[in-house]
């Protein structure tokens, strides 16, 4: 073994001359370290799809705006993520193949095209269950908008697909296979910029289908729903050919989305939610030939672009429901309408009915999905699906820390990293701080009392944490005229205007709008520092939709500051991202601005991120994302000369996987985190190349990246999977170093052993978010697996050894290193306690010793050992703070335990030995004929039995006391666990006479041994037979 050394707070490698060589490094030597994931599942998030099954009531799934496919077997009680290995995260429709429910399509990228919609990559199919998928084609697609499957024949099926709405596209329309899959034929196609929104296939005869087609164009600061390119198409031949209806009472004129329902007990009436100028609602009693207006309110299809769904009732031809802002029902074949759907979230996208039963229903949502079986009278609701889109997280300097998380559609909830629960993170743990769409809530850094959010267009809140009190605090109100029409506004507010803090001076915060404002008494008041810092191209601020009908809901909004970033190294260094594609700076706190914007862009990027560095003033760090201009390039760029020339950093990153944020590490100025539509990636050297770094999290859409600094945990905000923390970036920090070294035991951070209670909210219907690790996270390196598990030595300040950690145990069927032995990072977390107690081998598992005493606070050594290398460092515990303990109770309380760990040590090495004895003496008995003998040695057994009684009244079941008393065993004090706090009277009373009876036991088994054993083992010897075992003597 190579000698080691310690230095204080420091990491010391100790490597051979031999491992220095070249040896092949492992492809990511950091993939074993996984990310938590905390929810907040008490939201939800967008479902655009949803299905279910006739034949298996208790199946459902659901495919989510960024968070993939989840599977329900209980009636939508639980919920299992069976998409999340797939390369996307964005679903626009399922089915499930009538005839075998194990057969599902999914058809991915959303189809509700609103400013966050995400693209797909083709058609999945599964043909056991969402256990496994398989792209099976139209990878181009863009978005699916919908799937229908033959219940006659599951090789035909039919896929609507809307295309890239960002740009023109040949793939795009309506596609059918009629071989499951296997080739693919494009039957109806109108146009690169017109694609299929919706299809309809007659149950009684699926020879017979209709089609939506919908022309439909976004661009960053408006949209175009409908056009030339559009119409209802119906096929008489499963989808080969198509023939467009008009006339006959069809609306005329320009078309936009077009939602399609055909009455299962009537296959000849047909519904369709048309977006048109002369209507919503239209309906034909005769196969589509002739065609009644029936609705022209905005109730049933509030917005067009983003809803126009709607479905008839399987035996009722004239109940109608449809989807929009709100549910409606019409009992009369959609000539009235009302509400309906008590408590179901807003904005409703999709619908599934049994087409066996009327009154099982589903619909997917903004919130994620209600479940009625009573025909929408009442519904169900689990907040335990971590779905929520995400667009910016906030972090507090409380410890722990807390995050805020501000959600599309489902307000800001600001909650723990760490609940301090045995239960973890749950929906209890989140408090909302601002109603609507959250976009940013960012807590006060000088008083985390205060949380700052806004929702949509600069709707600006203070949120009182002890008062629960909400005020509103923005810089600006406009008028009614001025939010539809922006031209008209004296300030202009972006969806997710952003919110600062001065690094240099807590109590000075930014808003963006077009101009920076800035307060200095928690937005009581507010000045501008600035000039408009955009483009202001009053065409771009024109009310958004068209040429049908406008959408002005302030996600189109242009010309505005997205991204206000401090410097924490010089003061009055300011960066500011627009949604015009420019990066401004001042270098005095606003006074002066200057446009850095990097040459030679193409225009109309969003730059979501400037991060300045947080070691060399004038450097800082730039993301453009361009994907609403049709253009999925990544875009990022570092300066080092405050912007007067700018780097592109881009090798690595997937050719079409925009970029949405960047972070740089608060230690490492090599390190730096980057955030796309699609992945996570990390570069060691300054953005040089960049590397995976995603690990565990399924693919979704990283929309803001924040790192802790005290803490120095990752904090990833996805838009579709919630919140994600990688605890400790140590490792990722020093990785480069310890490469070289081929061996390092990286200096773990300060850990708190906190008081962990519990906040049970049920079994059912919970989501739980994952604390962190409970224990001193230590992480070693090492270039290849060692030959044996490492061994890991624990000792405390006076040098003496608390915990040895070495060797496998067994995970299942297997036998696995206690210690982590992988090529490249290893984690293990100390569970701050010393050496357990010896095992009584024949314990029930309830009544195995679990655990040695905790430690107390201070400082300890680590000393880590595999394959000849030895490396120290040292991890301090500090105690919980909010506990009224000082260290000499918790010192007090380690001795307390500690000597318990030797009592109950000893009582189980008796036990051990008893039971040994017990197998010899039955062997024994068994094997003589002699009677004398025989009589010595039931007289031996009986006795044996009486000493074990002593000791222990054998409970296996957790509620034996009540069955019969203990005995020593069951009455240590520390209950085979141990307490943190010092013994109290009433403790130490029992300790004393728990001795008293701890001697006397012990003496009647060292009497055991003396005047009945050793004299039978004599007899046995003299027998010739063999002697009895466990017979040895234990110290008390």
């Known amino acids: 073994m190579k000698r080691w050394w310690l230095l204080p707070g420091a990491l010391i490698a100790l490597i051979p001359l031999a491992t220095l060589g070249a040896a092949r490094l492992p492809r990511s030597p950091y993939a074993a370290l996984a990310f938590r994931s905390i929810g907040p599942a008490i939201a939800g998030g967008r479902v655009p799809a949803v299905a279910g099954s006739a034949q298996h009531p208790n199946l459902y799934y659901i495919g989510t705006a960024g968070g993939g496919v989840w599977k329900s077997v209980n009636g939508g009680a639980t919920w299992s993520d069976v998409f999340a290995k797939e390369p996307v995260a964005s679903i626009g429709a399922i089915a499930i193949d009538p005839r075998n429910a194990k057969t599902v399509w999914v058809g991915t990228g959303e189809s509700n095209p609103r400013n966050d919609v995400i693209r797909g990559d083709g058609l999945y199919k599964s043909i056991d269950g969402g256990k496994t998928w398989k792209n099976v084609g139209l990878r181009e697609s863009g978005h699916i908008a919908a799937i229908v499957v033959d219940p006659t024949d599951s090789n035909h099926v ?50 017979i289908l209709y089609a939506g087609m919908w022309e439909f164009r976004r661009q960053p600061w408006t949209f175009s729903s409908g056009g030339p390119h559009g119409g209802l198409y119906k096929s008489v031949d499963g989808g080969k050919s198509w023939k467009r209806i008009v006339g006959n009472g069809f609306p005329t004129g320009i078309t936009g989305r077009i939602g399609l329902a055909i009455a299962p007990s009537n296959p000849k009436r047909i519904y369709a939610l048309i977006q048109s100028r002369k209507g919503v609602l239209w309906r034909s009693d005769d196969a589509g030939t002739h065609w009644t207006r029936l609705f022209s309110g905005t109730l049933i299809d509030q917005r067009p672009f983003y809803f126009t769904h709607l479905a008839v009732d399987p035996k009722n031809e004239n109940r109608v429901y449809t989807l929009s802002m709100n549910l409606a029902l019409s009992t009369d074949a959609g000539k009235t309408f009302k509400r309906f759907g008590r408590g179901v979230h807003a904005d409703a996208h999709a619908i599934w009915i049994d087409p066996s039963n009327g009154k099982r229903f589903m619909i997917g949502d903004d919130g994620g999905f209600a479940l009625t079986l009573d025909r929408g009278k009442h519904f169900t609701f689990t907040r335990n699906l971590p779905i929520e889109q995400v667009y910016h997280v906030g972090l507090s300097t409380a410890r722990p820390f807390m995050l805020c998380a501000a959600l599309q559609d489902n307000e800001a909830f600001c909650g723990p990293s760490n609940s301090r629960s045995f239960d973890g993170i749950t929906g209890r743990d989140w408090r909302v701080t601002v109603g609507g769409d959250g976009m940013w809530a960012v807590p006060d850094p000088a008083n985390s009392r205060y949380v700052f959010a806004d929702s949509e267009d600069g709707y600006l809140i203070r949120y009182d944490w002890k008062d629960e ?9 406009a008028t009614s005229a001025a939010r539809f029409d922006l031209r008209l506004a004296k300030y202009r507010f972006n969806w997710d205007s952003p919110i600062a803090f001065a690094p240099w001076n807590p109590h000075v915060m930014w808003y963006g709008g077009d101009v920076v404002f800035q307060s200095t008494d928690r937005g009581e008041h507010w000045v501008a520092i600035s000039p408009d810092l955009t483009l202001n191209i009053k065409s771009h601020q024109a009310p958004s939709g068209g040429p049908i009908t406008k959408d002005v809901f302030g996600t189109e909004y242009s010309d505005t500051i997205l991204d206000i970033e401090g410097s924490t190294v010089a003061k009055g260094e300011i960066w500011v991202g627009t949604d015009d594609g420019l990066v401004q700076l001042t270098r005095d706190g606003g006074k002066t601005w200057e446009n850095v914007t990097p040459p030679g862009l193409a225009p109309f990027g969003r730059v979501e991120t400037v991060a300045p560095s947080p070691f060399a003033a004038g450097t800082a760090y730039a993301v453009l994302d361009r994907h609403r201009s049709g253009d999925d390039a990544p875009y990022a760029f570092v300066t080092t000369d405050f912007g007067k020339h700018w780097r592109k950093i881009v090798a690595g990153i997937p050719p079409t996987q925009f970029v949405r944020t960047i972070r740089p590490d608060p230690v490492n100025p090599h390190v730096l985190y980057l955030g796309t539509d699609r992945g996570l990636y990390i570069s060691f050297d300054g953005g040089t190349r960049w590397q995976n770094l995603r690990n565990n999290i399924p693919v979704t859409s990283f929309r803001d990246l924040r790192i802790a600094p ?33 061996f390092m035991l990286f200096h773990p951070r300060t850990t708190y052993r906190w008081v962990l209670h519990s906040n049970q909210e049920g079994l059912y219907g919970r989501f739980s978010g994952k604390n962190p690790p409970a224990g001193a996270l230590i992480s070693y390196y090492q270039r290849t697996a060692s030959t044996t598990p490492p061994t890991l030595q624990i000792y405390d300040a006076a040098g003496h050894l ?74 301090t515990l500090k105690a919980d703070p909010r506990s009224p303990w000082r260290q000499a109770d918790y010192e007090r309380a380690f001795r307390f335990n500690l000597r318990y760990v030797d009592v109950t040590s000893a009582i189980d090495r008796v036990l051990n030995n008893l039971d040994a004895m017990g197998r010899s003496l039955g062997k024994a008995r068994a094997s003589t004929r002699d009677a004398a003998l025989r009589a010595a040695i039931e007289s031996a057994m009986k006795e044996r039995s009486a000493v074990f009684a002593a000791f222990t009244a054998n409970y296996r079941n957790g509620e034996d006391f009540a069955l019969r008393a203990g005995s020593l065993r069951e009455d240590l004090p520390a209950g085979l666990s141990f307490s943190l706090h010092p013994p109290t009277a009433a403790d130490l009373a029992f300790d004393r006479a728990f001795e008293l009876r701890y001697r006397s036991a012990m003496k009647r088994y060292a009497a055991l041994l003396t005047g009945v054993i050793e004299p039978l083992q004599a007899r046995l010897k003299a027998a010739h037979l063999p002697g009895i075992e466990g017979a040895r003597p234990v110290s008390p």
């Open 710 to 742: 005290r803490e120095r945990d990752l904090v990833a905000a996805t838009h579709g999977r919630g919140l994600w923390i990688f605890d400790d970036l140590t490792p990722l920090e020093r990785l480069r170093a310890a490469q070289r070294a081929g």
């Open 469 to 477: 009190d909400f005020r509103y605090v923005g810089p600006y109100n």
């Open 802 to 875: 608390v915990r040895t950690i070495f060797g496998t145990h067994k995970v299942g069927k297997k036998h696995v290193a206690r210690i982590s032995n992988r090529p490249g990072i290893n984690r293990y977390v100390w569970d701050l306690n010393a050496t357990p107690a010896l095992q009584w081998k024949g314990a029930a598992p309830a009544f195995r010793v679990q655990s040695g005493p905790p430690v107390p606070p201070g400082v300890y050594t680590l000393r880590l050992t595999a394959d000849g290398h030895t490396a120290a460092t040292t991890v």
């Open 158 to 207: 039919v896929v609507a697909v809307l295309g890239d709405v960002f740009r023109d596209s040949l793939h795009r329309g309506v596609y059918v296979t009629f071989d499951g899959g296997k080739s693919w034929e494009k039957t109806l196609y109108l146009a690169p910029d017109s694609g299929a929104s919706d299809l309809a296939m007659d149950p009684k005869d699926p020879q």
